[in-house]
Nanobody
Framework: QVQLVESGGGLVQAGGSLRLSCASS????????MGWFRQAPGKEREFVAS????????YYADSMKGRFIISRDNAKNTVYLQMNSLKPEDTAVYYC??????????????????????WGQGTQVTVSS
């Protein structure tokens, strides 16, 4: 069973930065595409960013482009989300997710939450104005 554990959330002022981490116990981590999603109170879960198994392909939601950076270290079974220039509207619970059948997508990474079968428990990010 895939276990994903997020960390790094917290309270930050607008304009600040946070780095989220997601560690996995899965031995096949290096073959999975990984994604970050978020859900704000009263809103639906939304895509943030995803990364292919090799790290060679990354995808971002339009509102995160230029501010967020997704990366991975397969030697550490960890994926990261560097968040810069944070805004109050970035406040949400951030979830890490794994697509363990990403090999079906020819090396790409999905942006759809339904393609990610394993999820972490989430970490709260709060951005104050």
């Amino acid at each position: 069973q895939v276990q994903l554990v997020e960390s790094g959330g917290g309270l930050v002022q607008a304009g600040g930065s946070l780095r989220l981490s997601c560690a996995s116990s899965g031995r096949a981590f290096s073959t999975w595409a990984m994604g970050w999603f978020r859900q704000a109170p009263g809103k639906e879960r939304e895509f943030v960013a995803s990364i292919s198994w090799s790290g060679g392909r990354t995808y971002y939601a339009d509102s995160m482009k230029g501010r967020f950076i997704i990366s991975r270290d397969n030697a550490k079974n960890t994926v990261y989300l560097q968040m810069n220039s944070l805004k109050p509207e970035d406040t949400a619970v951030y979830y890490c997710a794994a697509d363990t059948v990403a090999f079906l997508r020819a090396g790409a990474a999905s942006t759809r939450d339904t393609d990610f079968g394993s999820w972490g428990q989430g970490t709260q990010v709060t951005v104050s104005s």
